[in-house]
């Protein structure tokens, strides 16, 4: 929703995969990027990135450019 809420994003694309005992997520936009580094007033990546450091091994990686989109991804331990 923040996506395009915010990022005014017209494309979303969502990849999954397990590689080894990683489950890997990857959440690609569209929309209009920001700066990574910039204080927001919104919860949305924060929570994002707090929830995935509570998971084994869990880690998170965003990356945007303003004016070209978004792509965040996560991964954590999937021990099945």
């Known amino acids: ?20 005992d990683i489950a890997i ?3 690609t936009d569209n929309g209009r990027g920001f700066t990574v580094g910039k204080k927001t007033s919104g919860l949305g990546i924060t929570s994002m990135r707090d929830r995935v450091h509570d998971l084994p091994q869990g880690t ?4 945007s450019t303003v004016g070209t989109g978004t792509q965040i991804t996560l991964s954590w331990e999937n021990k099945s």
């Open 1 to 20: 929703m923040n996506a395009v809420r915010h990022g005014k994003a017209s494309q979303i694309v969502i990849t999954g995969k397990i590689e080894y």
């Open 25 to 27: 997520l990857t959440i």
């Open 60 to 63: 998170f990686d965003i990356k």
